[in-house]
């Protein structure tokens, strides 16, 4: 049960109303529970929705307006998910992975907290950018410079934007319990 109250659209302010719209839209109707509120961080944002739609916003423009393939993307989101066991991001975005070519060996892996074991250099050194950065905020130079190499400097500035605006979302999901789908299963129970 999450700490917030679902909002209905007809509860909300204009400017919440048009973030609910703008959700939906890009989202569908997936996105309406059965409560009649938003999933994942959008009830959330839509309670504060000066906020929730500049972060709204900025994950559009991260998650399809960057250089970086997706499915990289979709390593950097789970990595940053599982760290902070964040379960909706990961509910949400580990069948994201899979559907952009990521393997069940390396997602379970990074679920697991375990060594992945990668096939593709590229997502080694988008994983590893990922894991530094959510374990201290800061990456090493073998880090750094991988992934440089792989991305260029915008795609390395794309790629720390990520990893920081998904901690956000772990952040939001956590703080105010924000519950899984009916039926989903919790990846890190236990």
């Not at 679920?111 to 050194?125: K, L, Q, S, V």
Request: with cysteine.
């Amino acid at each position: 049960m999450s700490r917030l109250p679902f909002l209905s659209r007809d509860a909300l302010t204009d400017d919440g109303q048009k973030l609910w719209d703008g959700i939906v839209e890009t989202r569908g109707d997936a996105a309406v529970n059965d409560a009649g509120g938003l999933i994942g961080p959008f009830n959330p944002w839509v309670t504060a929705p000066g906020v929730g739609a500049r972060l709204s916003s900025l994950g559009a423009t991260l998650r399809f307006q960057t250089s970086i393939e997706r499915r990289l993307l979709e390593v950097a989101i789970i990595t940053t998910g599982a760290h902070w066991q964040a379960e909706f991001e990961w509910w949400a975005h580990s069948r994201m992975a899979r559907e952009h070519g990521v393997t069940d060996d390396v997602i379970d892996a990074i679920r697991d907290g375990a060594a992945p074991p990668f096939a593709h250099d590229d997502e080694r050194a988008v994983y590893e950018v990922a894991r530094q950065l959510s374990a201290t905020g800061r990456l090493d130079e073998h880090a750094y410079a991988s992934a440089r190499d792989l991305l260029g400097d915008e795609g390395m500035v794309e790629l720390v934007s990520l990893c920081g605006y998904y901690a956000l979302v772990s952040f939001t999901l956590n703080a105010f319990e924000v519950g899984l789908p009916p039926g989903a299963a919790s990846a890190f129970a236990g």
